[in-house]
């Protein structure tokens, strides 16, 4: 059984931190790639950062770069997101999934974990 397991998001203030875990079930994230993405209401969904299986090489969308950074753990078989300098624009349900070819998610979507940036 294949799970993705989002966590770590909650309430922050404008230029606050936050760090979102994705912790994976069912398969070993070092084998693929693996993408954050974010979906705002009445908004379509985006990929925000995503890191190669092999090279570990990092991928982000420029609204975010210089203040998110993606990791991961092999030995936890866990996804970070670490998210600094947070705007309200940043306010969204996060998610993770695998990504085969970089552009199709192979595994269900979790539940996400809400990010709300408000003062």
């Known amino acids: 059984q294949v799970q993705l397991v989002e966590s770590g998001g909650g309430l922050v203030q404008p230029g606050g931190s936050l760090r979102l875990s994705c912790e994976a079930s069912?398969?070993?994230?070092?084998?693929?790639?693996m993408s954050w993405y974010r979906q705002a209401p009445g908004r379509e969904r985006e990929l925000v950062a995503g890191?190669?299986?092999?090279?570990?090489?990092?991928k982000y969308v420029d609204s975010v770069k210089g203040r998110f950074t993606i990791s991961r753990d092999s030995v936890k078989n866990t996804v970070y997101l670490q998210m600094n300098s947070l705007k309200p624009a940043d306010t969204a349900r996060y998610y993770c999934?695998?990504?085969?070819?970089?552009?199709?998610?192979?595994?269900?979507w979790g539940q996400g974990t809400q990010v709300t940036v408000s003062s």
């Open positions: 069912g398969f070993n994230i070092s084998l693929y790639y």
């Open positions: 999934n695998a990504v085969f070819q970089m552009q199709i998610e192979l595994f269900n």
């Open positions: 890191i190669s299986a092999t090279s570990g090489v990092t």
